[in-house]
């Protein structure tokens, strides 16, 4: 089992900057792809970034690229997404996923651990 904790979600203005950090533990060497997602009201829950663990690779949202970043801290088991330029159309409750697969990362059944999300509100 892995336990994935979220926090860094709160209100900002357009153009500002968040940073989300996700904890994991359990048995967190089991773990192949960490994912970052999103989910606004009344829409699917999408991908935004993730980090494959054994490659390092990482991959991004078209909507995101250039303003997100992730990045992990393998000593503390935790994935970050830093936030800049933030835009009214990132609001939602962000969730951390965790997978012990190589799937494909934007796919929310290719994930077996979810935290329990942290909301994001950007204001115009």
């Known amino acids: 089992q892995v336990q994935l904790v979220e926090s860094g979600g709160g209100s900002v203005q357009a153009g500002g900057s968040l940073r989300l950090s996700c904890e994991a533990s359990g048995n967190t060497y089991d773990i192949n792809l960490l994912g970052w997602f999103r989910q606004a009201p009344g829409k699917d829950r999408e991908g935004v970034a993730a980090?494959?663990?054994?490659?390092?690779?990482?991959y991004y949202a078209d909507s995101v690229k250039g303003r997100f970043t992730i990045s992990r801290d393998n000593a503390e088991n935790t994935v970050y997404l830093q936030m800049n330029s933030l835009k009214p159309e990132d609001t939602a409750m962000y969730y951390c996923a965790a997978s012990t697969s190589s799937g494909t990362w934007y796919s929310t059944y290719n994930y077996k651990y979810w935290g329990q999300g942290t909301q994001v509100t950007v204001s115009s």
């Open positions: 980090i494959y663990t054994t490659t390092g690779a990482i």
